[in-house]
């Protein structure tokens, strides 16, 4: 079975920082790799996916992510943070075969006018 | 139109209580799950249903028992409420049963038990 974690638990950004991500997976072949965004009090809104081809994926609200099978990660990445992106971070990875959809433990990001 | 909607969205009630959850999908999807969100946030999936038959059934308390009455509908009866109930109830749907496909969230049920 998959394994997810995510390093960081919390992470405070100033607006219009830089911001990164951290997604560590275990899996014994090739994974279906999610990012996911939860505003306080709302459901989980999809970022992106990776399937294959390209390791640098291409997301909503200007995310992008960087598959890296040599390291197992999938980070999230974002050139400028907005202040609306304060929200849980969520990675997961789904599995081939069988109905496995693991999250990881999430992070939440804080942003500093 | 919303595409995976929950109800209700806020659900305060006592120990003892039986209570229920429902959840319709509008996007002609083939499963549909629940998920448990505790405190710290932390996703737990504890049903997945696929064209009405149940695929997933992690460990949970048989306190809580699924219905699917048709493929866009997933609904969740919770009898004998605890306090350790208390959590944010997520539906999700799905276009297929594996994990190559992502998951679409409903906006949530806040549960509180007093």
């Known amino acids: 079975a998959q394994s997810v974690t995510q390093p960081d638990i919390h992470i405070t950004v100033s607006e219009g920082a830089s911001l990164e991500l951290r997604c560590n997976y275990s899996y014994g072949a090739t994974p279906y790799l999610f990012w996911y965004v939860q505003s306080p009090g709302q459901g989980l809104q999809l970022l992106l996916k990776y399937f294959s081809g390209d390791t640098l994926v291409q997301g909503i609200k200007g995310f992008e992510a960087e598959f890296k099978r040599s390291q197992s990660s999938f980070n999230l990445r974002k050139p400028s943070v907005h202040w609306s992106d304060a929200a849980e971070y969520f990675c997961?990875?789904?599995?081939?075969?069988?109905?496995?959809?693991?999250f990881g433990p999430g992070t939440r990001l804080s942003v500093l006018p | 139109d919303t595409a995976v909607s929950q109800t209700p969205k806020y659900l305060v009630t006592q120990m003892g209580n039986d209570k229920s959850i429902k959840c319709e999908q509008n996007?002609?999807?083939?499963?549909m799950y629940w998920y448990k969100q505790d405190s710290k946030k932390f996703l737990k999936i504890m049903f997945s249903?696929?064209?009405?038959?149940?695929?997933i059934n992690e460990t949970v308390p048989n306190r809580f028992s699924p219905k699917s009455p048709d493929k866009a509908h997933l609904n969740l009866h919770i009898n004998s409420l605890e306090l350790g109930d208390s959590a944010v109830y997520f539906c999700?749907?799905?276009?297929?049963?594996?994990?190559?496909?992502?998951?679409?969230f409903g906006p949530g049920t806040r549960l509180t038990v007093t």
């Open positions: 999700a749907s799905s276009q297929g049963g594996t994990g190559r496909y992502e998951q679409y």
């Open positions: 249903y696929n064209n009405k038959e149940l695929i």
């Open positions: 997961a990875v789904g599995a081939l075969y069988g109905q496995n959809f693991v």
């Open positions: 996007l002609g999807h083939d499963t």
